[in-house]
């Protein structure tokens, strides 16, 4: 079993940059893929991007490509998201979520995930 815990986020003009961390607790973290997931008001949460226990797959959402960067480090049981050209239609609680899984493929949908932090409020002003 692994707990998750988000930070980083904040308030930041359209155009700014901010980097999330999601801290790892419990075994075996190098055998998790990982993933950011955000939530709007009024909204489903959607899946922003995964990487998957090696680090060498990744997938992101089309509306962040190019903008948006996840990594892992095993070492430090973190994994991050860097978010550049922040757009106010990224204003969301961003979680992290978790899946033990030494496949290749990774989820894109909330229900492939087991673990879940309790979610950082990013808020982009325009």
């Known amino acids: 079993q692994v707990q998750l815990v988000e930070s980083g986020g904040g308030l930041v003009q359209a155009g700014g940059s901010l980097r999330l961390s999601c801290a790892a607790s419990?075994?075996?973290?190098?055998?998790?893929?990982l993933a950011w997931f955000r939530q709007a008001p009024g909204k489903e949460r959607e899946f922003v991007a995964a990487?998957?226990?090696?680090?060498?797959?990744?997938r992101y959402t089309d509306s962040v490509k190019g903008r948006f960067t996840i990594s892992r480090d095993n070492a430090k049981t973190t994994v991050y998201l860097q978010m550049n050209t922040l757009k106010p239609e990224d204003t969301a609680v961003y979680y992290c979520a978790a899946r033990s899984s030494s496949s290749v493929g990774l989820g894109l949908t909330a229900d492939w995930y087991a673990y879940w932090g309790q979610g950082t409020q990013v808020t982009v002003s325009s």
């Open positions: 990487i998957n226990w090696s680090g060498i797959y990744i």
């Open positions: 419990g075994r075996a973290f190098s055998d998790y893929a």
